[in-house]
């Protein structure tokens, strides 16, 4: 992936430690280095849930720093993931594309135009 981008694969449970320890760290370095971010964001067919800690966090980390992405990739077979981002995504200021899991290349693809 190209280094502007914050490309993430999750699986099993996600927690809002998880956020603060991978996720958010990662996403701040990317746009101190680069001033705007770009996300691809995979969703494996294992996943299992997010906390609420983990919601929360997502929902700061985009409001945080709403201005410093320029475009983000949901790769996810989770129906209720690709629905709740097809709602919020008329709101958010950038592009936001999502794909299933078969189309994982074509949101690579993309992410990096």
Do not use: C, H
Request: glycine share 4%; net charge negative; no cysteine.
């Amino acid at each position: 992936m190209p280094d502007n981008v914050v490309a993430v694969s999750v699986s099993g449970e996600v927690t809002g430690d998880d956020y603060k320890n991978v996720l958010i760290p990662a996403v701040e370095e990317k746009i101190k280095k680069y001033g705007k971010v770009r996300m691809l964001y995979q969703l494996d067919e294992e996943l299992e849930w997010f906390t609420l800690n983990a919601m929360l966090e997502d929902a700061k980390v985009g409001i945080q720093n709403i201005t410093a992405f320029e475009k983000i990739a949901v790769v996810s077979d989770v129906d209720w993931v690709n629905s709740a981002v097809g709602i919020f995504k008329f709101v958010i200021p950038f592009p936001v594309k999502t794909y299933k899991n078969e189309e994982l290349s074509e949101a690579k693809a993309w992410i990096s135009e």
